[in-house]
């Protein structure tokens, strides 16, 4: 049986011997995110957005790779995510600066390089982020305002249709307007966190 290498590159010392510029290469970075249990580690410390427990982390991760709650666990099941996470994953992941692992005490939580490797996650963030759906109702409710408009439905019936029209623009205009500062906040936080990456 042949042994897997699941040491980190040689850039991983760089980053513990210089901890203060909190940068990270991109073969570290895609080193960590390409083991799923380290994914995992992140994906539900992102959730828990807070410490927890190594046993507590090593149970959900168990239950979610064998497909089954964490009450109906083995101890086998448990005790082998619970291993390769004490030993191995969390003490790559703390020399990275992703987690802050107290190896003693079995206390995980989220560190400053973790939000490197999280925007390579696919996790809900993303989803929340659904102008699509805000452009989609204007558009309904702009063609109902101008359809009403335009044969005479109270109350729009005193108002013209141009004016209805020009108010369905204008709040079109305040959605596209709010669209680009949002998006442009993303784009330098993703700049700043790309700034960060060797």
Partial sequence: ????????????????????????????IFELLKNRRRREVLEYLL???????????????????NDTSVSALSSDQRKRVYVALYQTHLPKMDDAGIVDYDQDRGLIELSDNADLLLMYLDT????????????????????????????????????????????????????????VVVNHRSQRAVDGKLSRIE
Avoid: C, N
């Fill in 1 to 28: 049986m042949s042994s897997i290498d699941t040491s980190l590159p040689e850039e991983i010392t760089s980053v513990t011997d210089a901890e203060d510029d909190g940068r990270l290469s991109k073969d570290v």
């Fill in 47 to 65: 959730e828990a957005e807070g410490t927890v427990t190594l046993g507590e982390l090593a149970e959900q991760i168990a239950a979610w790779e």
């Fill in 124 to 179: 809900d963030a993303h989803r929340r982020d659904r102008w699509d759906r805000w452009y989609a109702a204007a558009s309904v409710a702009g063609a109902a305002l101008v359809g009403a408009a335009v044969i005479g439905l109270p109350p729009l019936s005193a108002v013209s249709t141009a004016g209805v029209a020009a108010g369905v623009v204008a709040a079109f205009l305040v959605l596209s307007f709010s669209h």
